[in-house]
Nanobody
Framework: QVQLMESGGGMVQPGGSLKLSCAAS????????MGWYRQAPGKQRELVAT???????NYVRSVKGRFTISRDNAKNTVDLQMNNLKPEDTAVYYC?????????WGQGTQVTVSS
């Protein structure tokens, strides 16, 4: 079992940047896939970005070129650098760990992009 806690959310103007961090309660060195998801009001939770144990990344089309996911196994953290934010990025962002056995989720952090 691993507990995840997101931080770094807030309100930002369109075109601004935020960096989200996910802190894990134990080592993530052997966790195959870490990821970020988001859920906007009235919508389903969707994949934003994933990063595998080998460092391979995938992004939803709408954030490609703007968001960067990274993992620091030594610090047990997964970050999401978000640049050129748009109003449609407004959502609660959740950290996810896929251990191959179970999916684990954090509580989420709110990101609001508004002028």
């Amino acid at each position: 079992q691993v507990q995840l806690m997101e931080s770094g959310g807030g309100m930002v103007q369109p075109g601004g940047s935020l960096k989200l961090s996910c802190a894990a309660s134990r080592s993530i060195f052997s966790i195959y896939t870490m990821g970020w998801y988001r859920q906007a009001p009235g919508k389903q939770r969707e994949l934003v970005a994933t990063i595998t144990i080998s460092g391979s990344t995938n992004y939803v089309r709408s954030v490609k070129g703007r968001f960067t996911i990274s993992r620091d196994n030594a610090k047990n953290t997964v970050d999401l650098q978000m640049n050129n934010l748009k109003p449609e990025d407004t959502a609660v962002y959740y950290c996810n760990a896929d251990t191959g056995q179970n999916d684990h989720w954090g509580q989420g952090t709110q990101v609001t992009v508004s002028s």
